[in-house]
């Protein structure tokens, strides 16, 4: 089990945006997360890698229980995660941008070096240039990271996270504003990531057909509470499901 958010809740004000939501995620599993609008997917996310802190529930990283700790803790476990809007840093050029993560893993302390000895450490996650080659953006090495357009800053942004040498990425909406066949690029990438680097792969999509046809597992949230959590064809075929979020169209192009 490489994450366990049990019961997380959390409120603001008067809002409860997640809603007693427990979830488990393994070791190379490659999980969507989708529902409507508001519906507490981010704020689920920011709670699971320590950016806010839940009012109640549990969340417990490879083991250790990082319940109220902060995100350089998360990350310190091995958990990298991307923004709804690309953080990059716009005046430095790209390969700084990826040797900037790659500092963060040199400096992890020793104890909570969770992903092993150095040696083993994907060949492809060694060094800036390995990992441009990775996500396609060894040509825009160079340029200012604000030059690029935006859909290659969306795979800079993955490439900063895969620098830090996660066990889990957690991806929120990085199909957002990209043309069809950029998302199935990024869909496949993902993919491969996941298959090459033994990841698990937490993904928040609006773009849900794209997302129901990469991924093994979908959970749907709903006003902050997990309404279904099943294999895509399960999800699509689930009645609250289809009230709530997806209607029939989605059901009918996925015979049973
Ligand atoms: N910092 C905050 N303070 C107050 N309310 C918030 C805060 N962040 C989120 N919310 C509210 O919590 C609810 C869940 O928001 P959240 O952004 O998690 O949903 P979402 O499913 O990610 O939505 P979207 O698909 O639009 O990104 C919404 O009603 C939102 O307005």
Do not use: C
Request: charged content about 25%; overall charge negative; cysteine-free.
């Amino acid at each position: 089990m490489v994450l366990d958010a049990r019961d997380v809740t959390v409120r603001f004000g008067g809002l409860v945006a997640v809603d007693a939501v427990s979830a488990t995620f393994r070791a190379g599993e490659l999980v969507g997360i989708i529902g409507p609008n508001g519906a507490g997917k981010t704020t689920f996310f920011n709670a699971i890698s320590g950016v806010q802190a839940p009012t109640s529930g549990r969340m417990v990283v490879l083991g250790d229980d990082l319940t109220g700790k902060g995100p350089h803790r998360y990350a310190a476990h091995g958990l990298a995660r991307t923004f709804q809007t690309p953080r990059v840093f716009a005046d430095m050029p790209v390969a700084a941008n990826i040797a900037f993560g790659l500092k963060f893993a040199g400096r992890r302390q020793r104890k909570y070096w969770l992903w092993g000895e150095e040696s083993t450490v994907p060949w492809t996650l060694r060094d800036a240039g390995r990992i441009l080659q990775l996500i396609g953006l060894s040509q825009q090495a160079d340029l200012p990271a604000g030059a690029i357009t935006p859909s290659q800053q969306r795979l800079l942004e993955i490439g900063m996270a895969l620098a830090t040498r996660p066990k889990l990425l957690l991806l929120d909406e990085v199909a957002a504003g990209l043309t069809e066949a950029e998302i199935d690029n990024m869909a496949h990438l993902i993919r491969r990531l996941r298959d090459e680097l033994d990841l698990t792969v937490v993904w928040i999509e609006h773009a849900v057909r794209v997302l129901l046809r990469h991924v093994e597992r979908v959970i749907v949230l709903h006003q902050g509470r997990k309404i279904a959590d099943g294999t895509p064809h399960e999800v699509v075929h689930d009645p609250e499901v289809v009230e709530a979020y997806l209607g029939d169209e989605m059901t009918e192009e996925q015979p049973a």
